[in-house]
Structures are given as structure tokens and as C-alpha cells.
């Protein structure tokens, strides 16, 4: 899907998310999001001195529960029964576990969940991250 425009809105200052996988959670026209430090750019991601960002709709694919970022590849291993094969934390659904990943743009990765999260556009604004656009939620279900 394409980015909708939307209003500008500050997400975070850089410096709040330093380090590989920090996050800030916000929520951009009534979404739940997230917005992340990757370690390596994906397709939609921000680079801001010389870092990569890329934030998502934490709305579930599936059916529409609020998705987590799962920073222990164990809890992911026991819990949703998924190990990445790149050994990187993943966005997962408590309700049906579903997982996401984050470098590769949203994509469902396990999981009844098939539509990626729809991407946050972001952009960079002095020292901080705002958020400006998102995709357009796929049906519940697809
Ligand atoms: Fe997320 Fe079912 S609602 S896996």
C-alpha cells in the first residue's frame, strides 16, 4: 500500500533511542505504533546520522490485537515457537502469536497473520523523528 499523509507528529528525539533495537511506542491517528532502532536498514526505514529507523502499525494483521517487540530470541523460541533465523528480535501478538519483522519492512513472518503492519513514514526534523504518513490498514484477516 501507499503512505497516507497525515499530520506531523513528533515521535522521539534521536538521542531517546539510542542503541539497537530501542523503541518508542505513540500512536499516529488512533494507531498503536512503534518506532525502532534497527541495526540495518529495511525497505521504508529512515537513516539519521548514519542510523536506521522504521516504525509500524502495532495493530495485528490477523485479528487486530497490539503487537509487542520481543527482544529475547527465547521468548520467541518458547513462547510463539519461532526462532529467527537472523537471531534478531521480532514485533509479536500475544493473542494467536503472529510475528513480525521489523528488517524486513512488517513482514508476517510466522503465524496466521498474512498482510504485513502497515509501515509509519518518518522523517527526521532537527534532532528528533516524526512521524508523517502511515500505510492503510489491510482488511482484519488478509
Ligand atoms: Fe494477532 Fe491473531 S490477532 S495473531
Not at 16 to 34: K, V
Not at 113 to 129: I, K, S, T, W, Y
Amino acid at each position: 500500500p501507499e503512505f497516507v499523509a497525515g499530520p506531523a507528529v513528533r515521535v522521539a528525539a534521536l538521542d531517546e533511542l539510542s542503541g539497537e533495537w530501542a523503541q518508542q511506542t505513540f500512536t499516529y491517528q488512533g494507531r498503536p505504533c512503534t518506532a525502532l532502532h534497527l541495526p540495518a536498514a529495511t525497505s521504508g526505514s529512515l537513516e539519521a546520522g548514519g542510523q536506521h529507523y522504521a516504525a509500524y502499525s502495532r495493530i495485528c494483521t490477523h485479528l487486530g490485537c497490539t503487537v509487542n517487540l520481543v527482544r529475547d530470541t527465547e521468548v520467541l523460541a518458547f513462547s510463539f515457537n519461532y526462532r529467527p533465523p537472523d537471531g534478531q528480535p521480532k514485533l509479536g501478538c500475544p493473542c494467536h502469536f503472529s510475528v513480525f519483522d521489523p528488517l524486513r519492512a512488517g513482514e508476517a513472518v510466522f503465524g496466521k497473520a498474512r498482510a504485513p503492519l502497515p509501515r509509519v513514514r518518518l522523517e527526521q526534523r532537527g534532532q528528533a523523528l516524526w512521524a508523517t504518513g502511515i500505510e492503510a490498514a489491510p482488511p482484519p484477516g488478509s
